[in-house]
């Protein structure tokens, strides 16, 4: 193509003026920055699942950032060779990322009492955390403690996982319950909520929806950023983004899906666009739109609280909490400390 000439170079200037709306323009400088919380964080955690494919080196170096932890599940660390175990091990490290056992490992160990060689050869290979479930058989408390003084003495770190894996055998919410408090009195940094393989186990049903009020009762009571939900199902883990936000904690997330789950925990994806809904689509009185917006940002909390973070009149706000009740834009979900009380989730 031959070059323009110096008499058309204005005129083909002043049009690709006109081609760029100001109203595009206006106000923008440089593309912002879509990027979180470096490493290491408290909060949007993700933990993947290692494929055992052979690493993309190129992959790895653009995912690595976005990846606090990979487990290496099952029973695999006794089956893979010691040698390409360590290599995988180290690749991951030199990406800076962590590397974590399944909680099935600890069963087995316990079941045919080798713990000491297994949590030996975690640590020879160069494991980090120890995952600790009961997923599939019960380990008594005074055995847990004996695991975690072990843990503790080889310098490794733990993390429980609680829920069944087998749907055909629901844990009742209670004993959900029961379990999580424990792990959390026992210094698990955070407590994964088991989902099997994303269908009829722990907070989703057998076609892989969340069961919301299972959901709400466990937020209700223990919070988001104590949490990690296992969501192998892509569907899962954009409504629990829209849900809690970006700083959601997840687990279970397939290798190859981690690009995908960053753009969608940064509002870059056509299903995660809306994952901080405005507060103008409330269009009740400004009180309502401001309580909406303290939910929204701060949930589960409870009436005291939003009195204290609001500086409103109780009636004002017991009103606008009816308002957003009553129009669906948030939940009522019962306290589980005190079952007098109530706490809002947005919907």
Partial sequence: MESLNEDAKP????????????????????????????????????????????????????????????????????????????????????????????????????????????LERLRSVGFDTVEISESATDIPREVKLDILNLIRKLSMEYIFEVGRKDPTRPQPTTQLFSKIEEALELKSPKVVIEAGNGRGVGIFDPQGEIIWNNLNDIVGKFGPPSLVFE????????????????????????????????????GLTTETLGVTPPVQSVQGSPASKFVFHLIKTEHPIDQQALIQRSGLPKRTLQAALSYLVEHGFVREVPDMSDLRRHKYTPK
Avoid at 38 to 43: A, I, L, N, V, W
Avoid at 81 to 100: A, W
């Fill in 11 to 118: 005129a083909f200037n002043f049009m690709s003026e006109r081609l760029v709306s100001p109203s595009l323009t206006s106000g923008i400088t440089n593309i912002p920055d879509f990027s979180r919380e470096g490493k290491p964080r408290d909060k949007g955690l993700t933990f993947a699942t290692d494929d055992l494919q052979t690493p993309d080196k190129d992959y790895f170096a653009e995912i690595s950032e976005y990846v606090d932890s990979i487990k290496i599940g099952q029973s695999l660390p006794l089956l893979i060779d010691r040698s390409r175990l360590v290599e995988r091990i180290r690749f991951f490290h030199d990406c800076g990322i962590r590397v974590q056992s399944g909680g099935t490992l600890i069963q087995v160990a316990y079941k045919k009492r080798i713990l000491p060689q297994v």
């Fill in 231 to 266: 969501a192998p199902l892509e569907s899962q883990r954009i409504a629990l983004t829209l849900e809690f936000g970006p700083s959601v904690n997840l687990a279970g997330v397939p290798i190859h899906d981690l690009l995908t789950l960053e753009m969608q925990r940064l």
